[in-house]
């Protein structure tokens, strides 16, 4: 029997990695390759669907953004921050998913404030979650932790891959190859190994399957012609990219009592180790134009924007022991130019060599050295690096906090066309993929530029994102099977991405791209496949939403609601949505009104359409109502009748009667089952109703 999982710290001790001797090939289900938040979430949804999986990370550290890139502080969009109210729930019950939602409960617990649960325990001003990378890194070990006690979990650190193994697809053109494998290097002891799966998942924080695979991909900004997005110029410029940060966790002591980082070489002689780019001040502007100054540990300083540990229960105050993660450090101000804190603008590390890469993740270090070293010598001087919450000697993060990847051409791009305000006019939502296998939200487009010229620069209703959606097609390579997109690398533009890179976004992708493996192995059949056929795709949906996982915005349906399900999938497949596109609102408990019924219908039962020239019934005369096309369509097939006099009363309620009497005509074989939960009496049909019993149908 295998020993108990023990960790310390946040770290595994080291008989529970799997460590493969040079040249030893292994053999699992699903091989997820990387160490992001997405390698993290895909891997526990695979164990939790009872698959095998090998996960092959660059770190001891599961977790990616939240851990290894030492920013446990959620980049939360406004619905995940919202608080209930009278017809809107929190948002913690339906912006995210259960899994996520127990990951970020189980924090609460282990990092409690002055002995009592909070809500944020850290307490900063820009996030309303946050822990210690330590914290979060325990919380998810614990989760997998009997999947490693058991076998099913293999877990091998400090590995990166260096080959993508292929076989031709032969049933397909000379194009298509078959992902097969992965040969990856011991970067401590300087050997190789081979992981063989029947799936394999990208989910690499930038992109690096894709790089030495040789597979289709994009890189920085794109062109027009490439997406589509009217925003962007007529030739690409890869070298447009995000900037990195490398983060680090300080702690306020008492005067006197702080620590020296001391500076790096080069300190303020090197152009990325400029001083004139730091500052210990924030900025902003009332009301009225004015700017007003806060210092450092101040209410809204940089000190609190992103705590993440703090003693007192009175969130505004910053006393000696509270901990922070420095990724920021930015202010526009009224007497200088523009401060960009520690993060490295100069160079990139996605389409460049291993040596350029590294040489720009050094130099990106030594610039966050370098902002604490002026911290600490301008007038901040009570600082102490937190060196064991970051598994480092200086409180620097182990990995650079990565916001943009190399990304797959895949089935299905998300552009911004799809996301942006300023494409969907008084509406709630952006676009709803009919594919959707998960959601996301951030109030805009969060681009951090580096220093290359030629960017575009969203404004207005441009910049602002509204609710989006994962389509699954997104997660598929166009030209490769047994490979799931995951992590930064999905289906995604410069753009986008700006958007779908969120802690809590990755996490969802992960998840999607997780159950997509997962189906993949139960079914034996390529993501591909899965991701085009719509049969498959609604039996996802459904896995994922039986799973607790959202895949439509509604802010009133939670994820352990009863009718979860079927009204999330109905909603995707737009047969039931909202009565408004202007809220997010599904109004479970409301009524339905019998043209509501028969336009529900005629969607699920994919009925030609019908536009007599002469109306069927008095009251829904052609452009005088609605729903005139879809009443007439479901009336030529001979499933529905009037209510007497020539009328149908198409804005009257709709009984459970009467829809007893619909699905018998349309779907008499399913008609116990699909009210096996709802009575059939007189009383009014009510939203949930309708979603319960269509969603019996369409299953059927």
């Known amino acids: 029997m295998p020993g108990p999982v023990l960790q310390h710290n946040g770290i595994f001790a080291d008989h529970v990695f799997t460590r493969p001797q040079p040249g030893e090939v292994l053999t699992c289900s699903i091989l997820v390759v990387g160490g992001s938040t997405a390698a993290y979430s895909a891997t526990l949804t695979a164990l939790r669907a009872n698959v095998d999986v090998c996960l092959v990370q660059p770190q001891a550290v599961v977790g990616g953004q939240f851990t290894a890139q030492a920013l446990p502080a959620s980049d939360d969009g406004d619905l995940l921050r919202q608080r209930a109210t009278l017809v809107a729930l929190d948002g913690e019950q339906f912006a995210i998913s259960r899994s996520q939602r127990a990951f970020r409960e189980r924090q609460r617990e282990l990092q409690p404030v002055n002995g009592r649960r909070d809500p944020n325990p850290g307490g900063g001003w820009v996030s309303p979650f946050a822990t210690t990378p330590v914290v979060a890194a325990t919380a998810m070990n614990e989760a997998i932790s009997p999947y490693l006690n058991n076998g099913q979990l293999r877990l091998i650190p400090w590995a990166d891959p260096v080959e993508v193994l292929f076989e031709q697809v032969s049933s397909e053109s000379s194009q298509r190859r078959q992902v097969t494998g992965v040969v990856c290097h011991d970067r401590q002891r300087g050997h190789q190994f081979t992981v063989m799966a029947k799936v394999t998942l990208e989910a690499t924080d930038l992109g690096d399957l894709l790089d030495i695979g040789e597979i289709d991909s994009r890189v920085g900004q794109e062109a027009r012609f490439q997406t589509g997005e009217a925003?962007?110029?007529?030739?690409?410029?890869?070298?447009?990219?995000?900037?990195?940060?490398?983060?680090?966790?300080?702690?306020?002591?008492?005067?006197?009592?702080?620590?020296?980082?001391?500076?790096?070489?080069?300190?303020?002689?090197?152009?990325?180790?400029?001083?004139?780019?730091?500052?210990?001040?924030?900025?902003?502007?009332?009301?009225?134009?004015?700017?007003?100054?806060?210092?450092?540990?101040?209410?809204?300083?940089?000190?609190?924007?992103?705590?993440?540990?703090?003693?007192?229960?009175?969130?505004?105050?910053?006393?000696?022991?509270?901990?922070?993660?420095?990724?920021?450090?930015?202010?526009?101000?009224?007497?200088?130019?523009f401060c960009c804190g520690n993060d490295y603008r100069p160079g990139r590390l996605v389409g460049v060599s291993r040596e350029e890469r590294q040489k720009h993740s050094q130099r990106a270090r030594h610039r966050t050295q370098a902002y604490i070293h002026f911290l600490q010598t301008n007038g901040v001087a009570d600082l102490k690096p937190r060196g064991d919450l970051t598994w480092t000697s200086d409180g620097i993060a182990l990995e650079p906090y990565v916001r943009e990847a190399r990304r797959g051409v895949a089935l299905t791009t998300i552009r911004h066309e799809d996301v942006a305000e300023r494409f969907f006019p008084d509406q709630?939502?952006?676009?709803?993929?009919?594919?959707?296998?998960?959601?996301?939200?951030?109030?805009?487009?969060?681009?951090?530029?580096?220093?290359?010229?030629?960017?575009?620069?969203?404004?207005?209703?441009?910049?602002?994102?509204?609710?989006?959606?994962?389509?699954?097609?997104?997660?598929?390579?166009?030209?490769?099977?047994?490979?799931?997109?995951?992590?930064?690398?999905?289906?995604?533009?410069?753009?986008?991405?700006a958007a779908y890179r969120m802690h809590p976004v990755e996490w969802a992708i992960g998840e999607a791209s997780g159950f997509l493996a997962v189906f993949a192995v139960w079914?034996?059949?390529?993501?591909?496949?899965?991701?085009?056929?719509?049969?498959?795709?609604?039996?996802?949906?459904?896995?994922?939403?039986?799973?607790?996982?959202?895949?439509?915005?509604?802010?009133?349906?939670?994820?352990?609601d009863p009718d979860f399900e079927a009204i999330q999938v109905l909603a995707t497949a737009n047969v039931v949505r909202s009565e408004s596109l202007k809220t997010l609102h599904f109004r479970p408990h409301g009524s339905v009104s019998r043209a509501v019924v028969a336009a529900a219908l005629v969607n699920l039962l994919g009925l030609e359409k019908k536009t007599p020239p002469r109306p069927?019934?008095?009251?829904?005369?052609?452009?005088?109502?609605?729903?005139?096309?879809?009443?007439?369509?479901?009336?030529s097939h001979g499933l529905?009748?009037?209510?007497?006099?020539?009328?149908?009363?198409?804005?009257?309620?709709?009984?459970?009667?009467?829809?007893?009497?619909?699905?018998?005509?349309?779907?008499?074989?399913?008609?116990?089952?699909?009210?096996?939960?709802?009575?059939?009496?007189?009383?009014?049909?009510?939203?949930?109703?309708?979603?319960?019993?269509?969603?019996?149908v369409m299953k059927a």
């Open 428 to 497: 709630a939502r952006a676009r709803c993929f009919s594919d959707s296998v998960g959601i996301g939200q951030y109030h805009y487009l969060d681009l951090h530029g580096n220093d290359e010229p030629g960017h575009v620069s969203p404004k207005g209703k441009e910049v602002v994102a509204l609710p989006f959606t994962l389509p699954l097609g997104a997660l598929v390579p166009f030209n490769t099977d047994g490979l799931v997109l995951s992590a930064k690398s999905l289906g995604t533009t410069h753009i986008t991405n």
């Open 640 to 696: 529905i009748a009037g209510v007497g006099g020539n009328r149908f009363a198409p804005d009257q309620p709709m009984t459970r009667k009467q829809l007893g009497f619909l699905i018998q005509r349309a779907a008499p074989e399913v008609l116990d089952l699909a009210f096996a939960r709802t009575p059939r009496d007189n009383q009014w049909l009510q939203r949930r109703e309708l979603s319960r019993v269509l969603y019996e």
């Open 231 to 337: 925003i962007l110029p007529d030739e690409p410029r890869p070298q447009c990219q995000q900037s990195i940060t490398f983060d680090v966790i300080v702690e306020r002591t008492p005067s006197g009592q702080g620590k020296p980082i001391g500076a790096p070489p080069g300190y303020d002689q090197d152009p990325w180790l400029n001083i004139h780019e730091f500052t210990s001040r924030f900025w902003t502007k009332d009301g009225q134009g004015k700017w007003q100054k806060w210092d450092f540990f101040s209410d809204f300083g940089i000190f609190r924007y992103r705590r993440l540990k703090r003693s007192m229960l009175y969130e505004k105050a910053v006393v000696p022991g509270d901990v922070t993660v420095i990724n920021w450090g930015t202010s526009s101000e009224p007497d200088r130019t």
């Open 523 to 560: 079914t034996g059949l390529a993501p591909r496949v899965l991701a085009t056929d719509q049969a498959h795709i609604r039996k996802i949906q459904g896995f994922l939403t039986r799973n607790g996982i959202p895949i439509f915005w509604f802010n009133d349906v939670a994820h352990d």
């Open 616 to 635: 069927t019934f008095l009251d829904v005369p052609p452009g005088g109502h609605w729903a005139y096309e879809v009443i007439e369509t479901l009336h």
